[in-house]
């Protein structure tokens, strides 16, 4: 399996533009988290779907940000207008729904934005 | 509120000694405790879980133990190498995940 797949890994932007993230979860897990990581406040759950569904988007800083999940094996990430509080680094995780593995996250390798 | 909290912000460790790297956590009611490993521009790589209803558990090279009384994680890494060198996160699961801060561990040659 290719783990959790993120695009892009950087991203450079301007003040005010739109930015959108995207995640491709591993085949067959059916809940997807979003994350950002910073030094100053570490790593925050921004949001979580399940079955393709927003179960918990309590982290989800203000309304310039939205998350969508139009199927199982895809989801975006959107900040518009982007500032550049927004730069951090952003995870998207997934889980899988096996009896084996039902509470372990998997992580991609993260896409870093930088918004100037 | 929820937190989770490690002992050390950086750990340093002669290469072959075991390593030793601490979490706290504040919910009773939390069940299901993971450690991840991150390295430098990477995300965080599973390492080892570990469920409420045991004290310990072990991988290659690494053991977690859990102490439920004191609400205290911890995973030990035995014979420490240079590729060790990351940072280490413990999750703690309730109704959600909470990552702790992070501790980072410097191998010494």
């Known amino acids: 399996d290719a783990g959790v797949i993120q695009s892009p890994r950087h991203e450079v932007t301007e003040m005010g533009q739109e930015v959108t993230l995207r995640c491709k979860p591993i085949?067959?897990?059916?809940?997807l988290f979003w994350y950002r990581q910073t030094m100053m406040r570490g790593l925050e759950l921004l949001i979580y779907?399940?079955?393709?569904?927003?179960?918990?988007d309590s982290g989800m800083p203000e309304d310039r940000f939205s998350a969508k999940m139009p199927n199982a094996s895809f989801s975006t990430l959107k900040i518009q207008p982007s500032e550049p509080r927004d730069s951090a680094v952003y995870f998207c995780?997934?889980?899988?729904?096996?009896?084996?593995?039902?509470?372990?996250?998997?992580f991609g390798p993260g896409t870093r934005l930088t918004v100037l | 509120g929820e937190s989770v909290g490690l002992h050390l912000p950086t750990l340093s460790v002669q290469e072959g000694d075991n390593s030793i790297i601490n979490c706290a956590y504040s919910?009773?009611?939390?069940?299901?405790f993971i450690w991840y490993k991150q390295e430098s521009g990477k995300g965080p790589q599973f390492i080892i879980d570990?469920?409420?209803?045991?004290d310990k558990r072990q991988g290659q090279r690494v053991t977690v133990l859990l102490n439920k009384t004191v609400k205290h994680l911890s995973l030990q890494i035995a014979a420490t190498q240079p590729g060790d060198s990351a940072v280490y996160f413990c999750?703690?699961?309730?109704?959600?995940?909470?990552f702790g801060t992070g501790t980072r561990l410097k191998v010494l040659a």
């Open positions: 085949s067959g897990h059916n809940s």
């Open positions: 570990i469920r409420s209803n045991m």
């Open positions: 995780a997934s889980r899988g729904n096996g009896v084996s593995d039902t509470d372990t996250q998997y």
């Open positions: 779907f399940n079955n393709n569904v927003p179960i918990d």
């Open positions: 999750a703690v699961l309730t109704y959600k995940y909470i």
């Open positions: 919910n009773s009611a939390s069940d299901y």
